[in-house]
C-alpha cells in the first residue's frame, strides 16, 4: 500500500511539467572567486570579474538558447529600494523572454504556477541554476537571509519586462 505521499509529484517533476529547467551546477571551489562571492556588495569591477570567470561554465547555455548577454545581481539588506524590487518581482508575472538565473551565492524562493493555478515554490542556493522559458508564470522573494548573488543570462533585456498576471498569491512559505 503507497503513502499520500507516493502520489505527490516532486518538486523537479513539477517544474519541467511546466518547461523549467532546474539543475544543479556547483561552483569549483577556487579561492579568489569564493572572496568576491563572500563580500556583501560588489563594485562593477567585482561583478565583472564574476561575471568572466562564471560566465565560463554557462557557455553551452548560452549557445543553446541563444543568450548573448550576461551581468550579475547583488541584492542584500543595504540594497538601495530593496523592499520595493521585492514587492514587485513577488507578483505573480509572467515575461516575453526567458528569465535565466545561476545562483552563485545567498538564496531565494521562486513560486511556479501550472496551467491549474497550483503554485509550487522552490528554495534555491548556490550551483542552482534555473531557465524560466517564456510565458511561465512565476515570481520571486528573498529568504530571511535577504541576500543573494545570481548570474543573468539574456538574449534580450526587452523581453524582462514582467507581464503582471493579476494572480492572487499568498506569502510564500520557505519549502521544508
Same mark, same amino acid.
Request: glycine share 10%; aromatic share 8%; with cysteine.
Given at each position: ?101 545561476? @545562483? ?27 531557465? @524560466? ?14 541576500? @543573494? ?28
Amino acid at each position: 500500500m503507497g503513502s499520500l505521499a507516493s502520489h505527490q509529484v516532486s518538486d523537479a517533476d513539477f517544474v519541467a511539467a511546466i518547461g523549467v529547467q532546474w539543475q544543479h551546477r556547483p561552483l569549483a571551489p577556487e579561492p579568489g572567486l569564493a572572496a568576491l562571492l563572500a563580500q556583501a556588495q560588489l563594485d562593477d569591477g567585482g561583478k565583472a570579474t564574476v561575471v568572466q570567470a562564471v560566465g565560463m561554465l554557462v557557455v553551452d547555455e548560452c549557445v543553446a538558447h541563444g543568450y548573448h548577454s550576461m551581468d550579475l545581481v547583488v541584492l542584500h539588506p543595504g540594497t538601495p529600494g530593496l523592499d520595493e524590487a521585492l514587492e514587485r518581482f513577488d507578483k505573480p508575472h509572467t515575461h516575453a523572454d526567458d528569465e535565466v538565473r545561476y @545562483i552563485l551565492e545567498g538564496e531565494g524562493l521562486f513560486g511556479f504556477f501550472d496551467a491549474h493555478g497550483q503554485e509550487r515554490v522552490l528554495r534555491v542556493q548556490p550551483g542552482d541554476y534555473l531557465r @524560466i522559458p517564456a510565458g511561465v508564470e512565476h515570481r520571486f522573494t528573498l529568504t530571511a537571509t535577504r541576500r @543573494i548573488k545570481a548570474l543573468r543570462l539574456f538574449a534580450d533585456t526587452a523581453g524582462w519586462v514582467a507581464q503582471y498576471t493579476q494572480r492572487p498569491a499568498a506569502a510564500m512559505e520557505v519549502p521544508a
